[in-house]
């Protein structure tokens, strides 16, 4: 496979690294608007002929186009801030070629009723194109990281393997993971932190569909396992609850993240005195943006790894019925800060959004996973995927939990 990927930032990186020297990769083009970032991220990986660089300007399809050509590739990995997902999606399009990214075109919340209906959805814009992708024979792999992507395939493995109906599909991110010697840092991108956390999140259920909620709602201390134990966790926006219900039939469908109490009192902060705009203000003779101006003064999570302390946990918490009694269960991917530093010298959110497009991947270019449209990884087998995982060593389980028990 020949890929362009866009963007190695934090996670980018992450990709180039973990896919450098697999046999199924012929050829990665390294493209960023800053070459010189590329060129650091290329000779990391230390093979010049397999990782090439090159500048892009991903708010532009048509130079994505051109660069997708030029290089001849077959898949245009999106790896940038969800600001310039579509420019991408539709350059890859214009290309005629396979795409795939880790999160899904960015929502606006409902013009007059934002906290109880819902306006444009996430990834509502690349599903209107579904069918031009099917047209012409190609797949977007839409939603392909840690989540959502594994966090799908997680609710895939329990719809194939574990139930006979399934009653929720509820997403936890928790955990212990923190950030020493900073009064405030984030895990991953400020800017996609503002974005989810404050932005109405979204909530599925048969009968109703999608209806929205106030950010942080419904706060609830869920039992995480590795004796990591409760943690509160709210309501926050994010793909699943707008990808599983498209392929995996259950009642209700909700993602919630632990943040605690002093980043939400932050990002509350921040949006009061208007720091969570992404519209252009002036400030004398420069027009800014406010996020941006949040983003260029927190600390870059690419920088952080040595910083971090504790485990990150993902997984998925499924209800349901099998052999005609009540199941509940948590599918789960964690790792541990440090180790994953010493492993692979990324830090753990990289690396864990990382591997999965890179699992992906090789799905992909063996033609184990096969498709043409907009898709996500709930539509597909999840058993080569978790297969993988087996191979390379990374971590996930499953623990059983005595119904009504998963929160405390």
Known sequence: MKVLLIGVGTVGE??????????W???????DHDIDRARRVAAVVGDAASHPVARIDASDAEAVAELARAQDVDLVMNAVDPRFLMPIFRGALAADVDYMDMAVSLSE????DPYRLPGVKLGDRQFELASRWEERGRLALVG???DPGLSEVFAAHARKHLFDEIDELNVRDGGDLRIEGYRFATVFSIWTTIEECLNPPIVWERGRGFFTLEPFSEPERFVFPEGI?????VHVEHEEVTLLPRWVDARRVTFKYALGDEFIGVLRTLHAIGLDRNDPIRVRDVEVRPRDVVAALVPDPATLGEHMRGRAVVGTHVTGIRDGRPREVYLYQMCDAQETMARFGLQPVAWQTGFNPVVAMELLAEGVWQGAGVLGCEAFDPDPYLAILDRDGIHHAMVEIEPGRATA
Do not use: F, K, N, Q
């Open 229 to 233: 134990g409760p943690v509160e966790c």
């Open 25 to 31: 990769l012929e050829r990665m083009v390294l493209a």
């Open 109 to 112: 919340p409902h013009p007059t």
């Open 14 to 23: 992450a990709i180039a690294r973990l896919s450098a020297g697999r046999p």
């Open 144 to 146: 392909a990281g840690m």
